[in-house]
């Protein structure tokens, strides 16, 4: 009883090990690059040192302006 358990298990082990997905039938979406559009501007901190006191300032680089005064930090 256990040599057939066995042999039915090396079976099914080795059936399902030879069924593979031929790379034909995958399918991959291609994302254009030229659909994708920022929506949000890009803003960061930049940091200067004057007189030994640290400031810091907001920027917007998406349209390359200042966007408020210099804050101490």
Do not use: C, H
Not at 14 to 25: D, E, R
Not at 33 to 41: F, G, N, R, S, T
Not at 42 to 71: A, C, H, M, Q, S
């Amino acid at each position: 009883m256990t040599r057939k358990l066995k042999l039915l298990t090396m079976s099914i082990i080795t059936l399902f090990s030879l069924v593979t997905i031929p790379a034909s039938s995958v399918e991959v979406e291609v994302i254009q690059e030229d659909l994708v559009e920022p929506q949000a501007d890009i803003i960061d901190w930049l940091f200067e040192t004057r007189n030994g006191v640290l400031y810091k300032r907001k920027y917007n680089f998406t349209k390359d302006r200042w966007e408020g005064p210099w804050i101490r930090v």
